[in-house]
């Protein structure tokens, strides 16, 4: 089966991206969105961060941070993401915003408080369609190393999606084996378009 994906996590642009940058490469039809106010990336300290608007073209949020401190951005490893983010696409997409155009077969969350609001989100719009959405969670460190890792198990359990024949007949026993086999447990749901 050939499914449309969407990967959403909070605000700043690592986790959703990483997988995003995987999926694509492996020729998935994936989008990948936000759900905070802003997207805040880290700054000189935790109450300075660098904040800007859902739509900021990543190339400008580079631009910016590398003017303000190029040695800090490339230790803490901002300027590469949003290099590798500038190869996905041109800016982050605000989920409540951009969600709407379309629908998507399965959506990925790697915090449960964005699979809260996805689940919500999805639970209190109209179900014209009737077609049902995979909403699933794999908790994600927020830090470039278990974002990687992270990614790595998105595309392992999407490619074992992408082998289901009947993905509602099968997922409670797809879930089981991928938490069994990668030591991770998973949350999930299913609502509908």
Not at 71 to 77: D, T
Not at 126 to 145: A, G, Q, R, S, Y
Not at 153 to 166: G, I, M
């Amino acid at each position: 089966m050939k499914f449309r994906y969407a990967m959403v996590c909070s605000s700043n642009q690592n986790r959703s991206m990483e997988a995003h940058f995987l999926l694509k490469r492996e020729g998935f039809e994936v989008s990948s969105y936000g759900t905070g106010t802003h997207v805040k990336l880290p700054g000189p300290s935790l109450r300075e961060p660098n904040v800007y608007e859902f739509g900021t073209p990543y190339k400008h949020m580079y631009e910016d941070l590398r003017r303000k401190d190029p040695e800090l951005y490339k230790r803490n490893g901002i300027l590469p993401m949003l290099k590798r983010n500038l190869a996905v696409k041109t800016a982050p997409q605000r989920w409540q915003e951009n969600a709407t155009d379309g629908y998507f077969d399965v959506v990925l969350t790697f915090e449960e408080k964005v699979f809260d609001m996805v689940v919500e989100d999805l639970h209190n719009r109209d179900h014209v369609l009737l077609k049902p959405v995979l909403i699933i969670n794999l908790e994600v460190k927020d830090n470039h190393e278990e974002a990687a890792v992270g990614g790595r198990l998105t595309l392992a359990l999407c490619q074992e999606l992408e082998a289901t024949e009947n993905w509602e007949d099968s997922i409670d026993d797809l879930i089981i084996a991928f938490e069994r086999q990668h030591r991770r447990k998973l949350l999930y749901s299913i609502s509908f378009y």
